[in-house]
């Protein structure tokens, strides 16, 4: 069965600091990995999608790297705006486009 | 850009009632996904559609059926609705099968 794990569970920064989330995954062939954001009450925002190992994608202050055990998304010099709750899911191979997604990171950044 | 539109956006039903939510993908969007999140969980995956054929199938109650429209739209109807089913159900729209999905603001069910 595939599992996801995310971690911490909740992270609180000061606004600059820097720092990263963990996502771990046990997948019967992964076709992809995927973070969302989601804010309080709406739906997942999509940020990036990974495919294979040594893949890294940027946006913004946001970078998503995989291995074939787990991925990061660092923050870079958060800001306030940057709090919620990141999402990472995994879409596998045996199990057609359904996402799994892991418990989630709520961000918290500090002014 | 054009996102992904739910209706309602807040439902309340008694139990054992009946509800319906629309879902309307992004244009050109084929497959369309229904997830229930209850509160403080992840989204838990329910049912899929790919050119208007269901394409997977999750923890989808058999109480609960849903379909997609020869436009793309989708309806999850849900009958005998429980305590439980009290949820944000989302739906999310994908170019192709296996793309990444892109999520709509939700249907916030509440059963009394």
């Known amino acids: 069965e595939d599992q996801v794990t995310q971690s911490p569970e909740a992270l609180r920064l000061q606004e600059g600091e820097s720092s990263s989330l963990n996502c771990s995954y046990t997948v019967s062939g992964l076709r992809g990995l995927f973070w969302y954001r989601q804010d309080p009450g709406k739906g997942p925002e999509f940020l990036f999608t990974?495919?294979?190992a040594g893949e890294e994608k940027e946006k913004e202050r946001l970078k998503a790297t995989l291995t074939k055990k787990e991925s990061f998304l660092h923050i870079t010099a958060p800001k306030p705006e940057d709090s919620a709750t990141y999402l990472c899911a995994v879409q596998a191979h045996l199990r057609g486009n359904m996402l799994t997604f892991g418990g989630g990171t709520r961000l918290m950044v500090k002014p | 850009a054009a996102g992904v539109i739910q209706s309602p956006r807040h439902l309340i039903k008694e139990k054992r009632e009946t509800a319906t939510l629309k879902c309307y993908p992004i244009p050109r969007h084929d497959t369309v996904y229904w997830y229930q999140q209850g509160p403080g969980q992840d989204p838990q995956f329910l049912i899929s559609?790919?050119?208007?054929?269901?394409?997977d199938k999750g923890s989808i109650p058999d109480r609960f059926s849903a379909q997609q429209f020869s436009d793309y739209h989708s309806e999850l109807n849900m009958s005998s609705l429980e305590l439980g089913d009290s949820a944000l159900y989302f739906c999310?729209?994908?170019?192709?099968?296996?793309?990444?999905?892109?999520f709509g603001p939700g249907t916030r069910l509440t059963v009394l």
């Open positions: 559609f790919y050119e208007k054929m269901q394409s």
């Open positions: 990974l495919y294979s």
């Open positions: 999310a729209s994908s170019l192709d099968r296996y793309n990444e999905q892109f």
